[in-house]
């Protein structure tokens, strides 16, 4: 069982930054694709962007170029920085990690505000 925590939201003003962190504990097999994804009041769930244990990323065109994901895997760790923020990314940010039995794990999610 996984468990995942993640850490970093907050109330940011557009143009800001945020560091959002995924920390995997819990007994379980290697962990491979790690995902961001986030959910808008009112819309679905979406993609924003995954990392491999190789390290190969993929993002969503909408935060292309502005946001950058990462891990350790060492520490079991993934990370989500976003710079440039606009109010549109104002979600619920959510972790998702997939083990090497093809287990898929969610995090609880952590809220993130781009107002003024």
């Known amino acids: 069982q996984v468990h995942l925590v993640e850490s970093g939201g907050g109330l940011v003003q557009p143009g800001g930054s945020l560091r959002l962190s995924c920390a995997a504990s819990g007994s379980f097999f290697s962990i491979n694709t790690m995902a961001w994804y986030r959910q808008a009041p009112g819309k679905q769930r979406e993609l924003v962007a995954t990392i491999t244990k190789e390290g190969s990323t993929n993002y969503a065109v909408s935060v292309k170029g502005r946001f950058t994901i990462s891990r350790d895997n060492a520490k079991n760790r993934m990370y989500l920085q976003m710079s440039s923020l606009k109010y549109e990314d104002t979600a619920v940010y959510s972790c998702?990690?997939?083990?090497?039995?093809?287990?898929?794990?969610w995090g609880q999610g952590t809220q993130v505000t781009v107002s003024s």
């Open positions: 998702q990690a997939i083990d090497s039995r093809s287990h898929v794990y």
